[in-house]
């Protein structure tokens, strides 16, 4: 089955300075790469996604690329704030009818004011 | 719209009891999944349902049972909890149709086994 990993498991940085968190997968058939957010005491929310026929996405400050080739999938953060303090999960979908996610481990992002 | 509702928020077993999980969705969505998180693991799936009357065992299914009787609701049951099954269960669920949809995704529930 798929394996996705990710690091770094934590992630300390500056307000203002930019946060790279990397994830690589292992099965060549996944198609879709969401990133989730998780906020203390909730359940993750979804913050952008990218599709296996795409190589960047933007959404403000946030970014994702994609290498295919690589097989690794990376969320960009810039003019990190206070409020972007969070557990960062990546993942990703193999082609099947049942819409399942496998996850990477978590990323804990510290911005320090 | 309360979206996807778990309950309850919190729980302390002793080994051997049992209990049910509920979850609750108001978005008429088919899919539903249950997840685990523990630290440094991400979210593991246990079980999903892809439409009422179905399931399907995931990543990590030992020592857990799924019904989904009713589209809006799935339940997760630990019939003889272990401590090995202390952990924060998330419950999800998304739209079938089309191409890869996002989960959304409940409040979580800590669970705590004695």
């Known amino acids: 089955g798929e394996n996705v990993e990710q690091h770094p498991s934590t992630l300390s940085v500056q307000e203002g300075d930019s946060a790279v968190i990397k994830c690589t997968y292992s099965?060549?058939?996944?198609?879709?790469f969401p990133w989730y957010k998780q906020e203390l005491g909730k359940g993750p929310q979804l913050i952008i996604d990218?599709?296996?026929?795409?190589g960047e996405k933007k959404d403000q400050r946030i970014a994702v690329t994609l290498n295919k080739t690589a097989k690794h999938f990376s969320l960009h953060i810039t003019e990190t704030q206070p409020e972007d303090s969070a557990v960062y999960f990546c993942a990703a979908r193999v082609n099947n009818a049942g819409n399942m996610l496998t996850f990477g481990g978590g990323t804990r992002l510290m911005v320090k004011p | 719209n309360a979206g996807v509702t778990q309950t309850p928020k919190f729980r302390v077993l002793k080994t051997g009891q049992s209990m049910t999980l509920l979850c609750a969705q108001d978005?008429?969505?088919?899919?539903m999944y249950w997840y685990r998180q523990d630290p440094g693991m991400g979210l593991r799936l246990i079980h999903y349902s892809v439409g009422e009357g179905t399931t399907a065992k995931g990543e990590v299914p030992d020592g857990y049972n799924v019904s989904r009787l009713k589209k809006q609701n799935f339940l997760l049951g630990l019939e003889s909890a272990a401590p090995s099954q202390t952990s924060v269960y998330f419950c999800?669920?998304?739209?079938?149709?089309?191409?890869?949809?996002?989960?959304?995704f409940g409040p979580g529930t800590r669970l705590t086994v004695l």
């Open positions: 999800a669920s998304s739209y079938l149709a089309g191409g890869p949809k996002e989960q959304f």
């Open positions: 099965d060549s058939a996944s198609n879709y």
């Open positions: 990218i599709r296996s026929n795409v």
């Open positions: 978005m008429n969505h088919e899919y």
